[in-house]
């Protein structure tokens, strides 16, 4: 019995990473076989191999901080700012929320690089108009599921609390946010998702250092493997991401699926064997804090190396030997 689903398990497991293995194997013959131009479309392992060079060259570890940093620092903004706004405009002021969400629906919808010159005259040329860009894209779907989420808490909860004599700060506070939490977290997923690729965009535009960087001043430099080395990474990150934090939230909210598929009479469905606790938000939230004091360390640095720069002079790239024609 355990042979057998073992087999199935190892069967399912091909079935659904054999399309992404084909499209690897397409990937290195076509350019081999000359079906493409392999100038434009190097194999599979060249890519590999020029990651490689990334690795053994250190340069890529700055890059990926960078733009880590980034990413997480906007995030956060549009968390400190969405998950407050959404409860009052959801709870406190229903109606105000009901008067301003035609316009927050239409504000929702520009493009971030319209606003870019904005950002730049506001903020000026450096992080803050690129944590802006972040924070306005990610802040949308923090502030639309937080509104939602916290309009459809549990009644009987709320009455039970209600009940009990508490007050409506401690009704927000300990009933209404705990409840809308799942909602607001997948609000945060798809936040967090959309935070990157428009970080790597922005940073394609104005930047000296991080992902969208590397793949730009690849691309200005026509060092093509390079090119596909650096989105071979932005795609592989965003689907980390994204896998990650669905598992984060499974594992947070697992009792919403039990409540839903457990049967009247049959046994509970099992539950993750592994759950965040104290100890792993402590740690998680350590972690954050060193990124984000690690990251801001490289931010300087690169800011400040490319603040040295007189007129005419050729950058670095921040380690990324492009200038010498090396390309290695």
Not at 31 to 58: H, K, M, Q
Not at 162 to 188: D, E, Q, R, Y
Not at 247 to 272: H, I, K
Request: charged share 10%; glycine share 10%; with cysteine.
């Amino acid at each position: 019995m355990g042979a057998s689903a073992s087999i199935k398990k190892l069967r399912h497991l091909l079935l659904r990473w054999s399309g992404v293995v084909l499209f690897l194997l397409a990937w290195e013959l076509a350019p081999r076989l000359e079906w493409v131009d392999p100038y434009f479309l190097p194999p599979f392992s060249t890519v590999v191999a020029e990651i490689d060079r990334l690795f053994t060259g250190a340069w890529l570890s700055v890059h990926i901080l960078v733009s880590l940093w980034r990413a997480l620092a906007g995030l956060l903004i549009a968390v400190a700012a969405g998950i407050p706004a959404g409860l009052l405009l959801g709870r406190v002021y229903p109606r105000v929320a009901n008067a301003v969400s035609p316009l927050l629906k239409v504000l929702s919808q520009v493009n971030p690089f319209s606003l870019l010159p904005v950002f730049v005259l506001f903020f000026g040329i450096g992080e803050a108009a690129k944590l802006a860009v972040v924070a306005w894209v990610s802040v949308w779907p923090v502030l639309f599921y937080t509104m939602t989420g916290s309009r459809n808490v549990d009644t009987v909860q709320e009455k039970t609390a209600a009940s009990m004599g508490i007050g409506p700060w401690a009704l927000l506070v300990k009933v209404i946010l705990p409840g809308a939490l799942p909602t607001i977290f997948v609000g945060v997923r798809i936040a967090a998702t959309v935070t990157f690729y428009i970080l790597v965009a922005a940073e394609m535009l104005g930047a000296s250092a991080g992902l969208g960087y590397l793949v730009h001043n690849a691309a200005m430099n026509y060092q093509i493997p390079r090119i596909y080395a650096g989105a071979t990474f932005i795609v592989v990150f965003g689907f980390l991401l994204n896998r990650g934090l669905i598992a984060l939230g499974d594992r947070l909210f697992c009792w919403q699926e039990t409540e839903a598929v457990a049967p009247a009479d049959g046994p509970a469905p099992s539950r993750p064997s592994w759950r965040p606790g104290r100890f792993s938000a402590c740690a998680a939230a350590a972690a954050t804090v060193v990124l984000l004091v690690l990251g801001g360390i490289e931010v300087g640095k690169v800011n400040r190396e490319a603040a040295s720069l007189t007129p005419g002079d050729h950058s670095r790239h921040f380690g990324t030997p492009v200038d010498s024609g090396s390309g290695s």
